[in-house]
């Protein structure tokens, strides 16, 4: 019978060990042919959940998500990492550049819009946003347009431009034909220089709904943010701009630089990155 | 059963050999050329045993390849994103899932199909791939498309990893020998006549399809190198066993099959050789072979020996030939080298102009037995180098025998051959005889025929030269007679008619027929007894005496035709020709004077018919061949009561000492004389009467022959001859009393 008690013993304490870190597939029907796909580790029920978007056509097994996911879920969190579908039912390979890309920043609100009503319905005390690269933006975007979505914090890792290496008024003039092009109705494929893609295939739909989240539209957007935003960038990120980080520090939101620290914090940064971020964590 | 070995020549053991060792050498290139056939045929075998194995792997990996490619597309999620969103479905199936490396360039043709089997945007669907789905996938279709072979395979696309949200259907085209050859590289196989047993449309396994592929085989360059490179070897190597079996044949022909040959042919012509010896050609050179080169060496050896054995041969030969065609006691040719001389001109040849020359010495049998056989070889002798002193160089003297001799003058006219004979017939008569001992002189008689025209043959020219002999033996003949026509009637008697009535004569003495000449008594001029003439009748044709005696008396027949005449009085006689008390008068040749048969005959004869006269007549040439046989035989006549005259006297060769001792009764004058007697120079006629007075002086009755006129009768009436015959009392056979009669 003792002997009964120990094994018991032993493999609640196993359990309860590895119940952390315990990965759990979750789809998500978004539409009626479309459904897509997330990992969810569920943490402590007292902890604040997490919900990390990973970057621009990426998944949430891309490395710095995956790392970010395994550390705050060993530290006790609820951690969700859904993959956008961008289009793609059961998404779970990046996107290339060059695939055809119908899917647009509306598509993606409204797919963080259904994990975070998800994860709501776990009965998570709090629920923090991050979001990787352009997920940033798109998290920012989802906070926009849901300004009463019952997210707590805002944290933005290495948070793109959007629209790179380009002056604000080449993007105003493409951004002005492309949005003519959507007006008129045209549904030809367009191909141009979008975040890390030096050849963005789209639609005029898909590409205008990206590019239209200008650098100046997200500090704006940042600066109307009520939540706690917190941006942490690495010294070291050579897909910003020159000056990005400064203009990201005029806004309210808290910009943290991790020195020597590149667009995906990998490396020995990642503990950095997790050690900011889980004080930004516990701090909320 | 007995083997009966029959041997060959060497050339042909030499040529069977070469031609065997050529049999073998093909047969062995054959053999291997075979068994490199053979494992040339068991490596081709494995070769496509390889093959098959070879496209089976490629098959294999092929359907895996197909399979994987197809999920890989099925699970990229930009294929579900068509199937979901298909509005840019062409895009991606013409551009995107090729830029994209999601399908290897072997493949063809892309295709989505809804969950139905409808294939996405049919219009804009130009790749081949069916419009519906032609089974349910995953599945293999097989295609035929202008020659050229394509799969198509379908394969289910999933939402899920666990294939429980089916999205649609995917659909590749690629090309199945692009495909096979990408797998790997062919080492055995040769996939560029592929063939596939399949109907287009139909469905196919492809990691089973194996049986339903026809495809050949790669040559393996090594083994085809080796294969060209054994055969070349092959062919050069037996080209140049063949090359040295053709060298080894001329050097075995050269060195040895062709000395055995010689060696054989040289044998042989030993063996039978007659006058011809080997002519040694191949012994001029050393040979290459040491055991043939002693051979060459000793048959040089023993040729030589041979050669001067054979010299020594033909030199006895000649020795022996001149010695059997010479004349041991005179030196000169024989009967022998005369026949063979005579041969070798030929019987049946024309000669040109010729004259045969034949002598015969007068009366060599009364000298021999006279003087004895000494004196008789050195007359023969001194005769024989006469004439061989006065004929012309080179002409040959033959003795045919006894004391005959001959030559043939080629090239001479009648003109020459007169000058030879009359020079030979000097010669003989400017001869000493005294030297041996003889107290007269000996001469010959030569008879000559000429052929001037070339008319003649040896045969006739040999018969007329016979006849003219006889003609020159004749009494009161010349001693050189030339043959004329006028010797027909000696010439129709040595016919073999003449010749055969003789001895048929002989024989049968019925065939003789005599007739009876009287022989009157003087001067009352009656008829004393009759002298019996022969002629032989012979198949009703009659032979006259002038030519019986010359047949008889050259086939030395006397005897036995005397005998037979003797038979054929003693018929007449008896037969009542010969009138009881008619005496007769019997002609007998000098040899049967001294025979004992026909002297025993006529002694018979007389004793026989003892109340008639017999008269034996002989010629005076019986008294000196054999003088005392002679003597003796007609004193046994006489004793008998036969008379005996000396017939013919005065014709030939008479001589007073003779007459002198001769044991006759009667002395016949010959005609020749009576005529002298009665037309001859006074002379003449002095001699003759003084002859026939010291006659009847001497006691003899003188009988005188050829009365013809009754002048002539007058006259040896008054000379005091007893007798007398001739045509003036009548010719043979005719009765003469009543001519007598009337005369008188």
Known sequence: ?284 | MKFAFKPHSIGRLALLFVIAASILVVSLGGYFWLEIQQASRALRENLEASARQEVSHALAAADQRMRSSAMSLAQWDETRQQLVFPEYYPVWRDSRVRDAGMISSDIESVALYDRTGRILSAKSAPNGLPNLLPGKPPLFFYIANAGRHQIDYFSPVYADPAQAILLGYLGIRFDFLSELKLQRSFQFADLGRLKVGLASNSPIDIRNSLPHLQFDTLSNDHLATFLQLFQAAQIRLTLAVLASLLIATWLLKRLLVRPLRFFSREINAMRTVDDNLPDGRLFTTPLYITELENVRRAFIDYRQRLFSLHESLEQNSRDFFDQARHDALTGIYNRRAYDEDWRGLGNDRRLGQAALLLFDCDHFKAINDTYGHQVGDAVIRAIASCLQTALRTGDKLYRLGGDEFATVLLDADPLHAETVAERCLEHIMAHDFRQYGMSEPATISIGVAASQRGDLGLGTLQKQADLAMYAAKRPASPKVVFYSEGMGELNALVANRSINAVFEAIRDSRLIELTYQAVMRLPMVQKEYVEALTRIRLNDELIRPDAIFPIVQARKLDAEFDLSVIRAVERDMTEGRLSPNQGVSINLSAPSIVNAKVVDAMLTLVRKQSARKIVVEITETALITQMETASANIDQLRQAGALVALDDFGSGYSSLRYLATMPVDLVKFDISMVRLLEHGEARQKMILEEIAGMVIDAGYELVAEGIETRAQLDMIISMGFSHAQGFYFGKPGEEVEEKIRQDF
């Not at chain 1, 969190?77 to 550049?97: D, W």
């Not at chain 1, 003519?180 to 191909?191: D, Q, R």
């Not at chain 1, 010294?235 to 910009?255: F, P």
Request: aromatic fraction near 8%; hydrophobic fraction near 45%; proline fraction near 4%.
């Open chain 1, 1 to 284: 019978m003792l002997r009964w008690i120990f094994l018991f013993m032993a493999g609640a304490a196993t359990s309860m060990m590895v119940a952390p870190s315990f990965a759990e597939p979750v789809e998500l029907l978004i539409s009626n042919n479309l459904t897509a796909r997330a990992e969810f580790r569920k943490g402590d029920s007292d902890k604040p959940a997490v919900l990390l978007l990973h970057g621009f056509l990426q998944t949430h097994e891309f490395p710095t998500i995956h790392r970010l996911t395994d550390g705050l879920a060993g530290a006790g969190y609820s951690v969700l990492a859904p993959t956008l579908t961008l289009g793609v039912t059961h998404r779970k390979q990046s996107l290339a550049c060059e695939a055809i890309h119908t899917h647009t920043m509306d598509d993606a609100i409204k797919e963080i819009a259904a994990w975070v009503n998800w994860l709501h319905a776990r009965k998570a005390p709090a629920i923090v946003l991050i979001g990787h690269s352009f997920g940033s933006v798109e998290t920012l975007a989802y906070l926009s347009r849901h300004r009463n979505a019952p997210i707590s914090k805002l944290i933005g890792v290495s948070v793109v431009e959007g629209r790179l290496k380009i002056d604000e008024k080449a993007l105003d003039k493409l951004i002005r034909s492309t949005r003519a092009k959507v007006k008129s109705g045209k549904k030809s494929l367009i191909t141009e220089q979008f975040s890390f893609c030096q050849k963005f295939l789209a639609t005029p739909g898909s590409m205008l709904s990206y590019i239209e989240w200008s650098p100046a539209r997200i500090l704006a957007e940042t600066g109307r943010l009520a939540l706690p935003t917190t941006f942490i960038m690495g010294s070291r990120d050579d897909r910003l701009g020159s000056s990005w980080i400064e203009r990201l520090n005029k806004t309210r939101a808290k910009v943290h630089v991790i020195e020597g620290a590149n667009h995906f914090m990998d490396g020995d940064f990642e503990f950095d990155l997790l050690d900011r971020i889980l004080l930004e964590v516990k701090a909320f």
